[in-house]
C-alpha cells in the first residue's frame, strides 16, 4: 500500500468513499453528499499545511485523510482537525492507521502543535484508531448534531505535537 498526496484524479475515489458516509452513518455531519463545487474548493485548501492524502492499494484508493483548518482566526494556526476515511470494504487492514499515522508526521513537517479529531456518536472505531496514536479526550459537545432524527455528541480529541513555538512569538 502506498500513501501519497491526493491529486485531482482521485477526487472520484476520494468523494464516492466520503458520500457513501454521508448518505450511511454519522461520522460525518454532512446530509446531502458532496458535488463537483464542494471537491474543487476541498482539493484547492488542502495544500501546504493542510495535505491530504490517499491510500492507493492495488492501484485504487483504498481511504483518504486530510488536515484541515481548525479555526480561522489567525491565532489557531497551528491547530488542524484530521479526517480519515477508509473504503466500507477495505476496513480493519491497518489502512486507517496508516493513513493517520501519515497525518501526524505531516504534522509535524509543518510545525503544527496540536491535531484535533471531533468524533461524533461514540463511534469506537475512530475513537480506538485515536487513542492508538496518542490522542486524548478533552471534551464531549453534548447533543450538537442531529441527524437521522436523532441527537447526536461529538467528542473532541486532541494530540499534542510539542512542536517549537512559531519563531515570531519569540523565546
Ligand atoms: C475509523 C476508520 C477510519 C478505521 O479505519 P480502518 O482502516 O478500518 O482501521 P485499521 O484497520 O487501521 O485499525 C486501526 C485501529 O483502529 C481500531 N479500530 C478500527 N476499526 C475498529 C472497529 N470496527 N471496532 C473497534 N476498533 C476499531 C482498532 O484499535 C484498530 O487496531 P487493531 O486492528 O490493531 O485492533 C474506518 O472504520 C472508517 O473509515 N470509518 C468511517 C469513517 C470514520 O468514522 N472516520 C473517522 C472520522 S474522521
Not at 466520503?18 to 474548493?41: K, L, Q, S
Not at 492499494?57 to 484530521?82: F, I, K, M, P
Not at 517549537?164 to 519569540?170: E, K, M, S
Request: aromatic share 8%; with cysteine; net charge neutral.
Amino acid at each position: 500500500m502506498d500513501i501519497r498526496a491526493v491529486t485531482v484524479e482521485d477526487i472520484a475515489a476520494v468523494s464516492a468513499i466520503y458520500n457513501h458516509y454521508v448518505r450511511t452513518a454519522t461520522c460525518t455531519f454532512a446530509i446531502e453528499p458532496e458535488g463537483p463545487a464542494y471537491w474543487d474548493m476541498w482539493l484547492r485548501t488542502h495544500a501546504g499545511p493542510h495535505p491530504a492524502v490517499v491510500a492507493v492499494d492495488s492501484g485504487a484508493v483504498a481511504g483518504w485523510g486530510a488536515l484541515s483548518q481548525w479555526n480561522s482566526r489567525c491565532a489557531y494556526s497551528h491547530t488542524v482537525e484530521d479526517s480519515v476515511y477508509v473504503h466500507p470494504d477495505c476496513h480493519r487492514r491497518g489502512i486507517g492507521r496508516a493513513i493517520l499515522s501519515e497525518l501526524i508526521r505531516r504534522a509535524r513537517t509543518h510545525g503544527h502543535r496540536n491535531i484535533i479529531a471531533q468524533i461524533a456518536d461514540h463511534q469506537a472505531a475512530s475513537e480506538r484508531l485515536h487513542a492508538a496514536q496518542g490522542f486524548e479526550q478533552v471534551g464531549c459537545l453534548r447533543e450538537v448534531g442531529f441527524k437521522f432524527n436523532r441527537w447526536i455528541d461529538v467528542a473532541v480529541w486532541q494530540l499534542r505535537l510539542d512542536a517549537a513555538r512559531p519563531a515570531c512569538h519569540g523565546a
